[in-house]
């Protein structure tokens, strides 16, 4: 699905468009001009029909040169592995987060709970992954004709990071993982490492920014006006309220 000239989505579960495996978070893609960015990676159950979808905008699996990781949650990591096996693409996350991937800690991320809960099948496998790049807070990446700077935006997770993405001639791209989603709605989770206040400063954070496009873990994407997403989950934080949550 094209969203814009440069940005496209890839995958999305029943959080967003029923379109792929159902606990699938957002994929997207950025074509940086130097090939394709990959933007988080869905649970693995769905590489085949992410490499297909690529396809059907004429690239192919070698265009993908780096993945970006937003955090672990097997949502959103799980399909790392299978996407680089796929593609030889550089994996890039944060520092925190990588020692956690490459030991396949699944208690770090909470999984068992998860598929306790039904979002996972009881056999399902987090495969652990190493990284090619560890990143840390205020990092920049070049990539192509586009700039990435690195946010790490612990609430959701202890591992959550936004990147955001600024190019010549182009509008703006906070690309916002499970952190902030349209309408300024939070994902909030029964988990040892979800922490309100934390996520209150993140998104307050983030709404400095003031982003024109906003990419979200889940949900739709938002294609313009995007800031005033951000800002009304901060604004509901400021007035000692809670933002809706998306589940």
Known sequence: ??????????????????????????????????????IDCGTGESIGEIIRNLGEH?????????ILLTHLHADHSGGA????????????MLDEAAEIFEQGDEAAISLQQARDAGFYDADYEWRACRADQRLRDGDRLHLGDCRFTVFHTPGHSRFDTCFLMERNHYPSVLISGDTVMHGGKISMLSTYDFQLQALAASIER?????????????????LSRAAKHVERASSIFRNLGVPANIG
């Open 1 to 38: 699905m094209r969203l814009r000239q440069d940005l496209y989505l890839l995958a999305s579960g029943d959080l967003g468009f029923s379109w792929t495996h159902p606990a699938d978070c957002n994929v997207y893609a950025v074509d940086t001009g130097a090939g394709l960015v990959v």
């Open 58 to 66: 004429g690239y192919d699996a070698a265009a993908v040169g780096d």
């Open 81 to 92: 592995a299978a996407l680089r096996e796929a593609t030889g693409a550089r994996i890039h």
């Open 206 to 222: 983030l709404a400095g920014l003031a982003p024109d496009v906003l990419l979200p873990g889940h949900g739709q994407p938002v």
